[in-house]
């Protein structure tokens, strides 16, 4: 069993136990520098937002950090990020796809915003390339029913593109969170691949009946079951029961590098949720593996 907080330099053995080549984690967050120390400062808020200090425990350059993923052997990942305001979702796919032609180990990432030259964008990075997308619900306050993403959800369902989206309504609730809003997107699309981050916390239970209601619905473990997100809304016992049958529709999720511990931490929390190294190898490698399609 991996330590609690075990050291960067302690993960190797995890997946070598389980008899894996690495990891692949579908939620990793890399932003032009900018936009990365921009959301830095906000976590430096943690308290003012979220009521709890909120410590970057990554918070190295970018050659630091894409150095520490691969001695922990995460062995694909994507840049995840996300756009807040009108206008500045395409200049990131221009930074996602340079960025993917220069890391070997980064899936092509993109996102996209309700306005009115999404459906433009959208399609120009599914021709370059884009294997996954990102939306925060909650960060950039839009309502993922909108009428200008109407197009974008069918056109990315059309393609088979996992899009990871940030729609529970932790760790703050905002107008258009909860699996509400997101399920009526399903409704009217339900061939979308969606990775629904957080596992949807802290409606747990409501975002896995999405999981069994539609078959290309995922979840992700992000933070999930660690000490730091379990004093704000840990999952029950009945829903980690669910997550076990649900074994082939679940995907290893970090945040690295926004985290408040150490990498590692989020595996044993993984680990101490009980549910086998069969699971756990399916989570960390498999799933992923087939979702992304590597």
């Not at 520098?33 to 918070?59: K, P, S, T």
Request: charged fraction near 20%.
């Amino acid at each position: 069993m991996i330590a609690a907080y075990p050291a960067d330099s302690d993960v190797p053995a995890f997946w070598q136990d389980l008899g894996l080549p690495g990891l692949i984690d579908v939620h990793t967050h890399f932003m032009p520098d900018a936009v990365m120390a921009a959301v830095w400062r906000y976590f430096d808020e943690g308290v003012d937002h979220y009521g709890v200090e909120w410590n970057v425990h990554y918070r190295g350059d970018e050659p630091t950090r894409l150095s520490q993923l691969d001695a922990m052997g995460v062995r694909a990942f994507p840049a995840l990020f996300y756009a807040h305001k009108p206008g500045m979702a395409e200049g990131l796919n221009v930074w996602g796809r340079e960025f993917a032609s220069r890391v070997p180990h980064s899936i092509p990432s993109a996102t996209f915003y309700p306005e009115a030259d999404a459906t433009r964008y959208v399609a120009d990075a599914l021709e370059w390339g884009a294997r996954i997308f990102k939306v925060h619900v909650q960060v950039g306050d839009f309502d993922p029913r909108e009428g200008l993403l109407d197009n974008v959800w069918g056109m990315v369902s059309d393609a088979g593109v996992p899009v990871v989206v940030h729609c529970g309504s932790g760790p703050m609730p905002g107008r258009h969170t909860g699996p509400g809003p997101f399920a009526e997107v399903l409704a009217r699309h339900p061939r979308l691949t969606a990775v629904i981050a957080h596992a949807g916390m802290p409606e747990y239970d409501e975002h896995t009946d999405l999981v069994e209601m539609y078959p290309n619905v995922y979840l992700d473990t992000t933070m999930v079951g660690t000490d730091f997100l379990n004093a704000m809304a840990a999952p029950s016992l009945e829903v980690v029961r669910r997550w076990q049958v649900l074994q082939d529709r679940i995907v290893l999720g970090s945040d690295f590098p926004n985290i408040p511990y150490s990498y590692g931490h989020q595996l044993h929390a993984l680990e101490r949720l009980g549910l086998g190294e069969e699971w756990l190898r399916a989570v960390c490698w498999h799933n992923p593996k087939r979702l992304l399609e590597l």
